[in-house]
């Protein structure tokens, strides 16, 4: 009996002095949540256009002007675009359509380049809700001062208009919402039957499928019809300047 406890004895304490020297196990992956998040490069030399998103952000409105100005990097001889999303947070967007998108830069955080372009797509509550973001709205204001183009599509007008960016400028929005825009804002001059406005520095376009025109437009005003030309060949879009209804203010 004294050797079987003995043994006993032993084997117990050897498993205890085993147990002892494991160190806990622990998670030493960074959670996503606390990585540190970079921006992304901006090339030098290139015009920086900042798309502003928020959840409910229209994909086509975002896409389309996205499409066009992207495929300035693969022409020659020109000053292409650098294209970035700009937003009010680090968690990803959640377009009106389901989709997903990291912006590339926090406009409340982040140290961000001079933006030579801002690009309004139209959102879910840019006729409401939206326009309640006051943080949001001196963005707008405040990078618009500096811009040398600001474009809309389809209700993003709503928020230039917000911003009292538009006054004493003529305008237009998505065609089913000419009526809400003018009476939230009496005082524009708001066209229809027209697929975009440019006055100055603002374009402002009805958005939908036709946001590609009103960005092919400002690529042939910076560009040339030749470029534009391309732009549009290279995404199978039909391109006639000549024949888009339109307003241009001289």
Known sequence: MMKKFQISTILSIFLLLVSCDQEPKT????????????????????????FLIMDGVYNTELTAPFDIFHHTIFRKGIKPMNVFTVANTNEPITTFEGLRLIPDFNYLEDKMPVWDILVIPSAEHHLDTD?????????????????????????????????????????????????????????LKVHEKVLFVHDGKYITSAGGAKSFEASLYLCEYLYGKEVADQLAKGLVIDWDLDAIPKIIVQ
């Open 27 to 50: 998670n030493t992956e960074v959670p996503e949540t606390t990585k540190k998040r970079t921006t992304p490069e901006v090339i030098p030399n290139r015009y920086n256009v900042a």
């Open 131 to 187: 326009l309640e973001d006051e943080r949001m709205i001196e963005f707008v204001k405040k990078t618009a001062e500096k811009a040398q183009f600001v474009t809309s599509h389809c209700d993003g007008a709503f928020v230039l208009a917000k911003a009292g960016l538009l006054e004493n400028v003529e305008s237009t929005t998505f065609p089913g919402d000419i009526e809400a825009f003018r009476k939230m804002f009496p005082d």
